[in-house]
């Protein structure tokens, strides 16, 4: 059994950096590909940034490249975001979500729907 627990979120304002963590309590951690999600009020699930099983590549949605950084200890189970400079545009429920792919080749996923697994999201609100 798999279990996602982000947290990290809360009130920031415009311009702060923010730091979510994210620990999956399963046991094969290290060989998942892990990703960040995010999903305003009326809006749908879109894309932050994934990582690759071994922490080697990272890739980012253009809204946060740059100011962005997706990491993760395989050790201690647990995948962070931080993000710089935020912007009211980032407010939003944070999700972070796993995947497993017996190929070994590492393709960064976009989708929601190319990920199996899921936390239940943590708030972020950023005041301006």
């Known amino acids: 059994q798999v279990q996602l627990v982000e947290s990290g979120g809360g009130l920031v304002q415009a311009g702060a950096s923010l730091s979510l963590s994210c620990v999956d309590a399963?046991?094969?951690?290290?060989?998942?590909?892990m990703g960040w999600f995010r999903q305003a009020p009326g809006k749908e699930r879109e894309f932050v940034a994934a990582?690759?099983?071994?922490?080697?590549?990272?890739y980012y949605a253009d809204s946060v490249k740059g100011r962005s950084t997706i990491s993760r200890d395989n050790a201690k189970n647990t995948v962070y975001l931080k993000m710089n400079s935020v912007k009211p545009e980032d407010t939003a429920v944070y999700y972070c979500?796993?995947?497993?792919?017996?190929?070994?080749?590492?393709?960064?996923?976009?989708?929601?729907?190319?990920?199996?697994?899921w936390g239940q999201g943590t708030q972020v609100s950023v005041s301006s």
């Open positions: 399963g046991r094969t951690f290290s060989a998942h590909d």
């Open positions: 979500a796993g995947r497993w792919d017996s190929s070994g080749l590492y393709v960064p996923k976009k989708l929601p729907e190319d990920y199996d697994y």
């Open positions: 990582i690759s099983y071994d922490g080697d590549i990272q």
